[in-house]
């Protein structure tokens, strides 16, 4: 009997509730909140394991990209079961994870996007409105579907200190320049509690490696600018091996103010934006079992990292 749905979308409220359940079944898995956003819901954090490698799974940055958070909660109870049960996850014993790493993972970046995209703000509500004012200075993107920021109509992958002002530029010549469903940078970097929650935890956690989920395209992102990163281009070829994705170079109108380009600028450890699944976000739950399938490597050997 698994406690993560995979067959519902994941509301905030859903998500809060198994985060919850899993860290009651599994005392291996801890939970905390890493902040608050603008309308109240919280920032929840995972964490599996007591080892010296420290990484950071991050999803749904991106609101109309939620499927992305289920992937990581059903990755946290997996891995739970099986260090409980003395069992095995992707065929890797389980205990060598929790001796080895402390796992967290942040599943749901964006909870106030995500609930306008998955219903779980009810249609005509303030919050549901007033987003609603906002996507009318963009009248050709699909709402709620297309939806992509928090609900003051900030892209929250677009507000982080690297390259922020080659966004902006790229962005505002796109026309996207106010408040809106998508690639609005914002006033300036950090100003959202969301952004800013993640880059306070991401300081503290000071992980060895960062992983952030989006979709689509079944692309892995690995590099920022021209730094040159140890050990990433192995990873990432590893990645792409065990998931059939291709490792690609991040296109240069979405190559800034990202969550890894922070990290790989600021830390110069590896970092990857994997696009999973294919189609129109939000992604069918139908793609959920393969997606969780093809990724399930990933997250085991950037937790593990690879051999020396
Ligand atoms: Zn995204």
Same mark, same amino acid.
């Given at each position: 009997?698994?406690?993560?749905?995979?067959?519902?979308?994941?509301?905030?409220?859903?998500?809060?509730?198994? %985060?919850?359940?899993?860290?009651?079944?599994?005392?291996?898995?801890?939970?905390?909140? %890493?902040?608050?956003?603008?309308? $109240?819901?919280?920032?929840?954090?995972?964490? %599996?394991?007591? $080892?010296?490698?420290?990484?950071?799974?991050?999803?749904?940055?991106?609101?109309?990209?939620?499927?992305?958070?289920?992937?990581?909660?059903?990755?946290?109870?997996?891995?739970?079961?099986?260090?409980?049960?003395?069992?095995?996850?992707?065929?890797?014993?389980?205990?060598?994870?929790?001796?080895?790493?402390?796992?967290?993972?942040?599943?749901?970046?964006?909870?106030?996007?995500?609930?306008?995209?998955?219903?779980?703000?009810?249609q005509?509500?303030? #919050?549901?409105?007033?987003?609603?004012?906002?996507?009318?200075?963009?009248?050709?993107?699909?709402?709620?579907?297309?939806?992509?920021?928090?609900?003051?109509?900030?892209?929250?992958?677009?507000?982080?200190?690297? $390259?922020?002002?080659?966004?902006?530029?790229?962005?505002f010549? #796109?026309?996207?320049?106010?408040?809106?469903?998508?690639?609005?940078?914002?006033?300036?970097?950090?100003?959202?509690?969301?952004?800013?929650?993640?880059a306070?935890?991401?300081?503290?956690?000071?992980?060895?490696?960062?992983?952030?989920?989006?979709?689509?395209?079944?692309?892995?992102?690995?590099?920022?600018?021209?730094?040159?990163?140890?050990?990433?281009?192995?990873?990432?070829?590893?990645?792409?091996?065990?998931?059939?994705?291709?490792?690609?170079?991040?296109?240069?109108?979405?190559?800034?103010?990202?969550?890894?380009?922070?990290?790989?600028?600021?830390?110069?450890?590896?970092?990857?934006?994997?696009?999973?699944?294919?189609?129109?976000?939000?992604?069918?739950?139908?793609?959920?079992?393969?997606?969780?399938?093809?990724?399930?490597?990933?997250l085991t050997t950037?937790?593990?990292?690879?051999?020396?």
């Amino acid at each position: 009997m698994s406690i993560v749905q995979t067959d519902v979308p994941m509301t905030y409220g859903l998500c809060h509730e198994t %985060i919850a359940k899993i860290a009651e079944a599994y005392p291996v898995c801890g939970s905390r909140s %890493i902040g608050t956003t603008a309308y $109240g819901r919280e920032i929840e954090a995972m964490s %599996i394991g007591s $080892g010296g490698r420290t990484v950071l799974f991050t999803a749904a940055h991106h609101a109309n990209e939620w499927i992305t958070a289920t992937v990581l909660l059903k990755f946290a109870e997996e891995l739970s079961r099986a260090i409980l049960e003395k069992g095995s996850v992707y065929g890797i014993p389980a205990n060598l994870f929790e001796e080895n790493c402390q796992i967290f993972l942040v599943p749901m970046v964006d909870p106030d996007g995500v609930d306008l995209v998955t219903g779980g703000t009810p249609q005509g509500s303030v #919050q549901w409105e007033k987003a609603r004012n906002l996507a009318g200075n963009y009248p050709a993107i699909s709402f709620p579907n297309g939806w992509k920021a928090n609900l003051l109509g900030i892209d929250l992958n677009l507000q982080y200190p690297a $390259g922020w002002l080659q966004a902006r530029e790229i962005k505002f010549s #796109q026309g996207y320049t106010r408040p809106g469903p998508r690639d609005y940078v914002g006033k300036a970097p950090l100003t959202q509690r969301e952004s800013r929650a993640l880059a306070d935890f991401t300081r503290y956690l000071d992980p060895a490696l960062i992983l952030a989920y989006h979709t689509q395209g079944e692309q892995i992102y690995w590099k920022y600018d021209d730094i040159d990163v140890p050990g990433a281009l192995a990873l990432g070829q590893e990645f792409a091996r065990l998931s059939g994705y291709a490792l690609a170079e991040t296109p240069y109108v979405s190559g800034f103010a990202g969550y890894k380009d922070w990290f790989i600028k600021t830390w110069r450890r590896p970092g990857f934006t994997i696009e999973a699944g294919l189609g129109e976000n939000p992604l069918p739950l139908n793609q959920f079992d393969s997606i969780y399938a093809k990724n399930l490597g990933i997250l085991t050997t950037a937790a593990l990292g690879l051999p020396e």
